[in-house]
């Protein structure tokens, strides 16, 4: 899925999404969820780190 893409089903911007993925901008719990369901994943499976 692009950055594009997922921008779209999250509702923010693909710029936000370059910087949450480097990591010099942080978000909220309700973004996390709706990547989660972008990707038709539980959200703890998005945050299992270990996976």
Do not use: C, H, N
Not at 19 to 29: D, H, K, M, W, Y
Not at 35 to 44: E, Q
């Amino acid at each position: 899925m692009s950055q594009d893409q997922l921008g779209f089903e999250v509702g923010i911007r693909r710029e936000q999404i370059i910087r949450i993925e480097a990591g010099s901008q942080s978000t909220g719990i309700d973004v996390l969820k709706k990547f989660a369901d972008a990707f038709d994943i539980k959200l703890p499976e998005l945050l299992d780190f270990d996976y």
